[in-house]
């Protein structure tokens, strides 16, 4: 079985720029969940989509969006980057809708010069 | 916001033995998972409790959830090189969905 797939691996903007990154998850998995991982903040939800609708959303600006396509698979954009947009972007399917069970993706690291 | 305060930060070990992590927040969760992140790799579940003083195994590792519903503890049982990594502990309530708030982590380094 496929694991969660994410594209592209790595990528460098420069600030003003905007960035999108997608995420196919696992076969049948219909949750798909974004988190940030930066040195000094850890793991910080983003949002999560089930059936293409968004469920929550974490304390992120609004540069930061996302959708859910009816193949599961997701994307997320951060619009007008800024030098802390520099992260790990990590991508997580579930196969269920509450029960906290990820599977990761490998991640998109995101450098903002 | 909720915060979870994973400790110890870091701890080096040597093959052969036992390690112990713990992870305690101010306010309550429904589950409590531990997640387990090599370089370059995202998490990987190690092991996920649902109840209040649920004690779980999954070969060399043991997790309990606290009674409270406050906190919950790792342990890796006679280690080996590659439990070398970084163990984040994570909470969930149900009605925030699959939102995790992590902790930040724990640092795993072999002694030289």
């Known amino acids: 079985k496929a694991g969660v797939t994410q594209t592209p691996r790595y990528l460098i903007k420069t600030r003003g720029q905007q960035v999108t990154l997608s995420c196919s998850p696992i076969?049948?998995?219909?949750?798909v969940s974004w988190y940030q991982q930066t040195p000094g903040q850890g793991l910080q939800f983003l949002f999560e989509y089930f059936s293409e609708t968004q469920r929550n959303k974490g304390n992120f600006p609004g540069r930061f969006s996302g959708r859910q396509f009816s193949n599961s698979r997701s994307e997320m954009n951060v619009s007008t980057l800024e030098l802390g947009d520099s992260a790990l972007y990590l991508c997580a399917s579930s196969l269920g809708a509450v029960t906290g069970e990820l599977f990761f993706g490998e991640g998109s690291r995101l450098t903002v010069l | 916001g909720q915060q979870l305060n994973q400790s110890p930060q870091s701890m080096f070990i040597q093959e052969g033995e036992d390690v112990s992590m713990n992870c305690t927040s101010s306010?309550?969760?429904?589950?409590w998972l531990w997640y387990k992140q090599d370089p370059g790799e995202g998490p990987v579940l190690l092991i996920a409790?649902?109840?209040?003083?649920e004690l779980t195994s999954n070969g060399r590792l043991t997790a309990q959830f606290g009674i409270t519903r406050k906190d919950s503890f790792l342990n890796i049982s006679a280690s080996i090189p590659s439990d070398v990594g970084i163990y984040f502990c994570a909470g969930q309530l149900k009605e925030y969905g699959n939102k995790l708030v992590f902790g930040a982590g724990t640092i795993l380094r072999v002694k030289s």
């Open positions: 306010s309550i969760f429904n589950t």
């Open positions: 076969s049948g998995h219909r949750s």
């Open positions: 409790l649902y109840k209040a003083g």
